[in-house]
């Protein structure tokens, strides 16, 4: 059985997520004078015409069409003539100790380009060794008490390793997976990840919210271009409940959890250096998504964005001008050298009472940096706990900063 | 003075005194130790190398992996992966499957022998998942990656298609190492042609295989390409050679790893999850899917395959050390002798025993010392020769190698040393002891004590006793170890009883002969002076016979060994192929080339209006009883009719057998549970030795359909390889196999005069084919077969030089002391020439002695390497033939070789003052 759901909500511009950290270094070999980053790396060549394209045509990929009446459980599964698509899942857990922990999996899928008839006949066509797609999973887990944060990336082509079902949302790669379980009423979905033998998790998803699509018309635009744009879904509240090894010591745990899934053929504009992203899950039942693209000369672009979700799923825009993301401190990463702004205020205004609010995300951990080797771009993702002016904890977030560890701009050609 | 300036001023004074004053007997003494270390030490490293270079490749491009799962018979069906993938789960256990094949460059088109174009070995990998594993690898991402721009830049990289993407889903895209890089000049976007399967593939190099941290960097004849690509160009879609296991680092790894083995060793019993066919694979209940092994067990498995082969070489190569040995025992004993005189008055004078004892051990030392450092030297130089010919040896019979170098650690230079420094002092020991011994009174009257060598050579039992002793050892079966290696070492033990019994019964026929040749010559003074001298031949003749008649021995026996070969390969090949073409890949090039024909290209070349009949012949190796064997189809009908088998023992009813082995494959075999009725195939005689079957044996055997019941309905004997095989009917081989990939057609023309003109047709068609003509292919199995003998002649050709240099040596010391005697010929008015003469005649007389015995111990070292020592290596029979050419070859080269040197040495010898000590 199948929901439908119209799009009801409108933004100017979604986040581009770690997906365009990953390409955009390809333009400019040898730009980040980091010990070992070495060349370019595969991820990047395979990305590199998404963002060519964006500048001409989409070379037969599909467009974010305005209107689509999306259907699940379908449409949470892979849209593979769109280019690139995400599934993306942040969270927070406690063990039955209280004992905290905050995790990332993300799974990414690539499409190749087109080829011409003639070079695809050349080709060697083999289901469980495709050469159209791509998928990347990104997968951290980060042990509060001790601040230990363990990532793994894995790369894979399409097929037994690593695939997506375009039926419903069954997305697999290495042992990592995303299936969706229950599809009518409260969604479930089961995340099963681990980290090298270090840590794993088996975790039951349910949505304690319902699915929210940002956009306008079901299309999230990104830029002046009329096809660079996506279509965004989020579960902006998934209750957890599970199972967490970490080394070699199982644990039940429960949490909260915030899904992104988007998809898209093109999801660029130049001009911008960096971002700062911002996902809220305030305690009262509120959440809030914030989105703040950071230019060159240090300001604030116009298409980033805040928002407000209500405790019915009712979600409340804010522009570029009417929030404020402020760094509280800094932290210069031994690895990448990349200097975050760790801890961050948000002042904006609440929908609610018409007040204006501060909310304070201080990091869990300050080293969260994914060192991104395949993407070779390093990037900080991090678990946050949320304070209000007078230091009591009214949330948990996640933070997403990037472009830290060199300019993105000068790889924007 | 303390014990130690007394052992250096003995060594000056005693030592170094006469050395200085016979340097030349001294350089020799150590050159002929060397040699012996060099002939041994070269083997051991060739071997070695040769052994070793059984690699798995995966290693190298990625980290080494823990476990490898692979079918018994054939190619592991893809499925297996997704299958895998589910069971394991999110354990953290990294999966790399893997295609692997063989690829030549294509003929020159010039006459071919085979085996002169280098065989790559293909890795097919996919190029996405690996580098997961290549990043695990290198934690500081310092490593180069498959697709790093500044490996893999080409100019036409362009917006539209990444180099990645093109790199990926090219076909043709292949990795190569920098050292074939280098070597060849290939950059990226290069182009490389091969041979894969029967096709010339031009690829282009994509870029250089990144090194693995902690692994050695790719040989050059290492390409990698994508799985699939290679998957395609073999043949072989769906299909993979092995899937690798890695289990991630950290906490519980080797619980872990061991629990995975379980599991796989588990699942392969569970029945396939999306069967192929339903009723093959009904097959499989029960029965296990694959095998898991780790890759040191792989290696092993290939060290094992070559065990015999160079525990042979081996042997052999310790005979030159062994002759050598002889020589030195016999210098260092007339060296004692001829110091007898200074070393009764040395213990006259108060030296002590021990001292004397010690002072001759430090010479023998030195000279083991000198020896070993120059043997060590000449043996690794000598190994970058011999290391190319044993590795032809194992491409020719046991997997395909491209093994140049022989590389030398510490341990081996030691042993080498310590070798030499253990014969030498073997060798010093009795001297030594002799010397310390004998009362001053004795050796200042000139009494010569019995060394044990003497006093066996005057005694006729212990000769006698060596040899009954080396009867009863060749009645003894071979030494078994696992994987069906067999090694012949009553055989061996036999051999080295004959040789020494016959060596010293030998010397006995010194004293005889001289006594019968003397009359010969009655009227010449030269003659009879010649030959007295050995009517009382002294130990160092007696010595000297006995190294010739070893060397001589195991060298006529090699002969004998290799010409009833040659005989039995002769009548094998004109009975065995007996069509006019013989069509292969142009990659084949050796025992374990993967390169096949596809059914496209023979059923279109089978169709050939000028074929009248042909032979599709399949063949792989399978896994049975823990080790590799051959299992081939072809159609019994044919061969029936066109090969003559050589059967050792033949089916009890030959027409029934063919009659029921060629049947429909579909009604073969059938039978019902209780009762099953086998397949019957045909078993060689290297496979049967090997397994212990003989004919009506019942064995089941592993097949892609599951292992299947077959009887062995007769055993012929084949000369193809020492690994032995199995041969069913060709279309039964399909049906199991599921594949119509065949490994070559042996054609029958309608005209056999048009063989020439068919080829050219046909390779003008297909450049990725190796056509043989039969007069070819024959001449080309006696070609690779003398080849893999070369190694042996070699170490034979060196024992027979080593023991004429020790005929020299015994002379010299000989007639260094007749010194005094030859003074009052020459008096007397003998010319210097004459005395040479009489020399030469005194040396060839214990030459022809030492032939003659030798000659006739060969007769049976030659039954028992054939009947004996090769039967129960190789399993193979062969007929006795007596190469009457290269005996009296080995004869006159021995005679001549003797003559020369003893004539030069008289010449010297006649110069000799009488004063002369030494």
């Given at each position: 059985m199948t929901t439908t759901t119209t799009m009801t909500m409108t933004t100017k511009r979604t986040r581009t997520r770690t997906v365009r950290t990953i390409l955009d270094p390809f333009f400019t070999p040898g730009r980040i004078a980091r010990p070992g980053a070495r060349g370019v790396v595969l991820f990047l060549l395979a990305m590199a015409p998404v963002a060519l394209a964006a500048a001409d045509s989409l070379s037969g990929y599909a467009i974010p069409e305005p209107g689509v009446k999306f259907e699940f459980p379908r449409d949470h599964g892979s849209h593979p003539r769109f280019r690139v698509e995400w599934w993306y899942v942040t969270g927070h857990l406690w063990d039955e100790q209280a004992r905290r922990y905050g995790f990332q999996a993300t799974f990414f899928r690539t499409a190749a380009p087109h080829r011409l008839p003639e070079a695809a006949a050349r080709g060697v066509a083999s289901p469980n060794f495709g050469t159209d797609h791509l998928f990347l999973s990104h997968l951290a887990l980060l042990d509060v008490a001790s601040a230990r944060f363990l990532h793994e990336e894995r790369l894979h082509r399409e097929g037994w390793a690593a695939g997506a079902a375009t039926n419903t949302l069954h997305v697999w790669n290495g042992g990592s997976s995303l299936v969706l379980t229950q599809a009518v009423g409260l969604e479930q979905m089961h995340l099963r990840a681990a980290i090298r033998a270090e840590a794993s998790w088996d975790l039951q998803l349910t949505a304690a919210k319902p699915l929210v699509v940002f956009g306008t018309n079901g299309v999230s635009r990104k830029g002046e271009t009329s096809t660079a744009a996506s279509h965004y879904l989020t579960f902006p509240r998934l209750d957890v409940s599970g199972r967490l090894t970490v080394a070699g010591t199982t644990r039940t745990v429960r949490g909260q959890a915030w899904m992104d899934h988007e998809f898209s053929s093109s999801q660029l504009s130049a001009g911008q250096s960096g971002w700062d992203w911002v996902s809220v899950q305030l305690a009262e039942g509120r959440e809030i998504m914030a989105y703040r693209m950071r230019r060159k000369d240090g300001t604030t672009d116009p298409f980033s964005t805040l928002a407000w979700v209500g405790r019915d799923g009712h979600v409340i825009h804010q522009p570029a001008g009417a929030f404020e993301l402020m760094p509280l401190a800094r932290w210069k990463s031994p690895g990448s050298g990349a200097e975050y702004p760790l801890g961050l205020a948000l002042r904006a205004q609440d929908p609610e009472t018409g007040t204006a609010v501060e909310y304070r995300l201080i990091p869990l951990a300050r080293d969260q940096e994914l060192p991104g080797r395949i993407g070779d771009v390093p990037y900080w993702e991090g678990a946050c706990r949320v304070e209000d002016v007078v230091g009591r904890e009214v949330g948990s977030a996640f933070v997403e900063l990037t472009g830290y560890a060199g300019d993105l701009a000068g790889r924007l050609r | 003075m303390d014990s130690r300036g007394l052992l250096l001023l003995l060594w000056r004074r005693f030592t170094l005194r006469h050395w200085a004053l016979a340097p030349g007997q001294s350089v020799l003494l150590v050159l002929i130790l060397a040699l012996g270390i060099a002939v041994y030490f070269s083997v051991r490293l060739a071997n070695r190398a040769a052994g070793a270079s059984f690699q798995h490749f995966t290693d190298l491009v990625a980290a080494e992996s823990d476990w490898v799962i692979q079918a018994e018979a054939g190619d592991l069906r893809e499925a297996v992966l997704p299958e895998l993938a589910r069971r394991l789960g999110s354990e953290p256990v990294t999966l790399l499957p893997v295609v692997e094949s063989t690829a030549t460059p294509p003929p020159s088109g010039g006459p071919e022998t085979i085996g002169d174009r280098v065989t790559y070995r293909v890795l097919g990998i996919d190029l996405v998942g690996v580098q997961n594993l290549a990043r695990d690898a290198a934690e500081d991402a310092q490593a180069q990656g498959w697709f790093d721009r500044e490996a893999v830049e080409a100019p036409e990289a362009e917006a539209g298609e990444s180099l990645f993407w093109k790199t990926l889903r090219d076909p043709?895209?292949?990795?190569?190492?920098?050292?074939?890089?280098?070597?060849?000049?290939?950059?990226?976007?290069?182009?490389?042609?091969?041979?894969?399967?029967?096709?010339?593939?031009?690829?282009?190099?994509?870029?250089?295989?990144?090194?693995?941290?902690?692994?050695?960097?790719?040989?050059?004849?290492?390409?990698?390409?994508?799985?699939?690509?290679?998957?395609?160009?073999?043949?072989?879609?769906?299909?993979?050679?092995?899937?690798?296991?890695?289990?991630?680092?950290?906490?519980?790894?080797?619980?872990?790893?061991?629990?995975?083995?379980?599991?796989?060793?588990?699942?392969?019993?569970?029945?396939?999850?999306?069967?192929?066919?339903?009723?093959?694979?009904?097959?499989?209940?029960?029965?296990?899917?694959?095998?898991?092994?780790?890759?040191?067990?792989?290696?092993?498995?290939?060290?094992?395959?070559?065990?015999?082969?160079?525990?042979?070489?081996?042997?052999?190569?310790?005979?030159?050390?062994?002759?050598?040995?002889?020589?030195?025992?016999?210098?260092?004993?007339?060296?004692?002798?001829?110091?007898?005189?200074?070393?009764?008055?040395?213990?006259?004078?108060?030296?002590?025993?021990?001292?004397?004892?010690?002072?001759?051990?430090?010479?023998?030392?030195?000279?083991?010392?000198?020896?070993?450092?120059?043997?060590?030297?000449?043996?690794?130089?000598?190994?970058?020769?011999?290391?190319?010919?044993?590795?032809?040896?194992?491409?020719?019979?046991?997997?395909?190698?491209?093994?140049?170098?022989?590389?030398?650690?510490?341990?081996?230079?030691?042993?080498?040393?310590?070798?030499?420094?253990?014969?030498?002092?073997?060798?010093?020991?009795?001297?030594?002891?002799?010397?310390?011994?004998?009362?001053?009174?004795?050796?200042?009257?000139?009494?010569?004590?019995?060394?044990?060598?003497?006093?066996?050579?005057?005694?006729?039992?212990?000769?006698?006793?060596?040899?009954?002793?080396?009867?009863?050892?060749?009645?003894?079966?071979?030494?078994?170890?696992?994987?069906?290696?067999?090694?012949?070492?009553?055989?061996?033990?036999?051999?080295?009883?004959?040789?020494?019994?016959?060596?010293?019964?030998?010397?006995?026929?010194?004293?005889?002969?001289?006594?019968?040749?003397?009359?010969?010559?009655?009227?010449?003074?030269?003659?009879?002076?010649?030959?007295?001298?050995?009517?009382?031949?002294?130990?160092?003749?007696?010595?000297?016979?006995?190294?010739?008649?070893?060397?001589?021995?195991?060298?006529?026996?090699?002969?004998?060994?290799?010409?009833?070969?040659?005989?039995?390969?002769?009548?094998?090949?004109?009975?065995?192929?007996?069509?006019?073409?013989?069509?292969?890949?142009?990659?084949?090039?050796?025992?374990?080339?993967?390169?096949?024909?596809?059914?496209?290209?023979?059923?279109?070349?089978?169709?050939?209006?000028?074929?009248?009949?042909?032979?599709?012949?399949?063949?792989?190796?399978?896994?049975?009883?823990?080790?590799?064997?051959?299992?081939?189809?072809?159609?019994?009908?044919?061969?029936?009719?066109?090969?003559?088998?050589?059967?050792?023992?033949?089916?009890?009813?030959?027409?029934?057998?063919?009659?029921?082995?060629?049947?429909?494959?579909?009604?073969?075999?059938?039978?019902?549970?209780?009762?099953?009725?086998?397949?019957?195939?045909?078993?060689?005689?290297?496979?049967?030795?090997?397994?212990?079957?003989?004919?009506?044996?019942?064995?089941?055997?592993?097949?892609?359909?599951?292992?299947?019941?077959?009887?062995?309905?007769?055993?012929?004997?084949?000369?193809?390889?020492?690994?032995?095989?199995?041969?069913?009917?060709?279309?039964?081989?399909?049906?199991?196999?599921?594949?119509?990939?065949?490994?070559?057609?042996?054609?029958?023309?309608?005209?056999?005069?048009?063989?020439?003109?068919?080829?050219?047709?046909?390779?003008?068609?297909?450049?990725?084919?190796?056509?043989?003509?039969?007069?070819?292919?024959?001449?080309?199995?006696?070609?690779?077969?003398?080849?893999?003998?070369?190694?042996?002649?070699?170490?034979?050709?060196?024992?027979?030089?080593?023991?004429?240099?020790?005929?020299?040596?015994?002379?010299?010391?000989?007639?260094?002391?007749?010194?005094?005697?030859?003074?009052?010929?020459?008096?007397?008015?003998?010319?210097?020439?004459?005395l040479a003469r009489v020399a030469a005649i005194e040396g060839l007389v214990v030459a022809a002695v030492g032939l003659a015995v030798g000659l006739l111990v060969s007769g049976a070292l030659g039954w028992l390497l054939i009947r004996v020592i090769n039967k129960q290596t190789f399993g193979w029979t062969l007929q006795f033939a007596v190469p009457v050419g290269a005996l009296a070859l080995l004869a006159a080269l021995v005679l001549l070789g003797a003559g020369t040197v003893s004539y030069a040495l008289g010449r010297w010898g006649a110069r000799l003052p009488a004063d002369r000590e030494e």
């Open positions: - | 043709t895209s292949v990795f190569i190492s920098s050292e074939l890089a280098r070597r060849d000049g290939l950059t990226a976007g290069g182009i490389l042609e091969l041979v894969l399967n029967e096709r010339v593939v031009a690829l282009r190099v994509a870029g250089v295989i990144p090194e693995v941290p902690g692994q050695p960097a790719a040989p050059a004849t290492l390409l990698v390409m994508d799985l699939p690509a290679l998957q395609f160009w073999t043949g072989r879609t769906g299909l993979l050679s092995r899937v690798e296991f890695r289990v991630a680092k950290g906490a519980d790894a080797g619980l872990r790893r061991a629990a995975l083995r379980d599991r796989l060793e588990a699942w392969s019993r569970e029945p396939w999850e999306s069967p192929v066919d339903r009723d093959r694979d009904a097959a499989f209940a029960g029965a296990e899917r694959w095998r898991v092994s780790s890759p040191s067990e792989r290696r092993e498995a290939g060290e094992v395959m070559t065990r015999a082969f160079r525990l042979n070489l081996t042997i052999l190569s310790l005979l030159a050390l062994l002759v050598g040995w002889y020589l030195i025992v016999q210098a260092m004993d007339g060296a004692v002798v001829r110091r007898r005189a200074e070393i009764g008055m040395l213990r006259s004078l108060g030296v002590e025993a021990s001292t004397l004892r010690r002072a001759w051990l430090l010479e023998s030392a030195v000279i083991g010392l000198l020896g070993g450092l120059l043997g060590a030297l000449l043996g690794w130089a000598g190994a970058q020769v011999s290391v190319r010919v044993v590795g032809r040896t194992v491409n020719a019979l046991y997997y395909a190698t491209s093994v140049e170098t022989a590389t030398l650690s510490a341990g081996e230079w030691w042993g080498a040393i310590g070798l030499a420094l253990a014969s030498s002092l073997a060798a010093g020991w009795w001297p030594a002891r002799v010397a310390a011994r004998v009362p001053p009174v004795q050796l200042m009257a000139r009494f010569a004590a019995a060394s044990p060598v003497a006093w066996a050579v005057k005694h006729p039992w212990p000769g006698a006793a060596l040899l009954v002793v080396g009867g009863v050892f060749a009645c003894l079966g071979p030494v078994r170890f696992e994987g069906g290696v067999r090694f012949p070492a009553g055989g061996y033990l036999a051999a080295l009883c004959w040789i020494v019994g016959a060596g010293l019964l030998g010397s006995r026929c010194l004293s005889a002969a001289a006594r019968a040749l003397r009359p010969l010559g009655a009227r010449s003074a030269l003659w009879r002076l010649g030959v007295s001298a050995l009517v009382e031949p002294t130990g160092r003749h007696a010595l000297a016979t006995a190294g010739l008649v070893c060397a001589v021995a195991m060298t006529a026996g090699m002969v004998l060994l290799v010409g009833s070969f040659d005989r039995t390969m002769r009548g094998w090949i004109a009975r065995t192929f007996q069509a006019d073409l013989y069509l292969s890949s142009a990659g084949a090039q050796s025992a374990s080339t993967d390169n096949r024909i596809s059914p496209e290209t023979w059923r279109r070349l089978a169709a050939h209006p000028g074929v009248a009949e042909f032979n599709p012949l399949r063949a792989c190796e399978i896994r049975l009883m823990g080790a590799s064997t051959i299992l081939a189809g072809g159609d019994l009908a044919f061969m029936r009719r066109h090969v003559d088998l050589a059967w050792v023992e033949p089916p009890t009813d030959q027409a029934a057998f063919f009659d029921r082995a060629a049947a429909d494959p579909a009604t073969q075999g059938r039978g019902s549970e209780a009762e099953p009725v086998p397949v019957l195939v045909l078993a060689s005689e290297s496979f049967a030795e090997r397994f212990q079957l003989r004919r009506e044996a019942r064995l089941e055997l592993p097949t892609p359909a599951g292992p299947r019941l077959v009887e062995i309905a007769g055993v012929f004997a084949d000369y193809g390889n020492e690994r032995g095989s199995l041969v069913v009917e060709g279309r039964q081989y399909a049906a199991w196999f599921g594949t119509d990939h065949i490994a070559s057609l042996i054609v029958k023309l309608k005209d056999p005069a048009a063989a020439e003109r068919v080829r050219s047709e046909w390779l003008g068609e297909y450049p990725g084919l190796q056509i043989l003509t039969n007069a070819h292919l024959r001449a080309e199995i006696l070609r690779i077969f003398r080849q893999t003998f070369a190694i042996t002649y070699a170490l034979e050709a060196i024992g027979v030089v080593v023991a004429v240099i020790g005929l020299g040596m015994t002379l010299a010391s000989v007639l260094i002391e007749r010194r005094g005697d030859w003074t009052t010929l020459r008096a007397l008015g003998m010319r210097r020439d004459e």
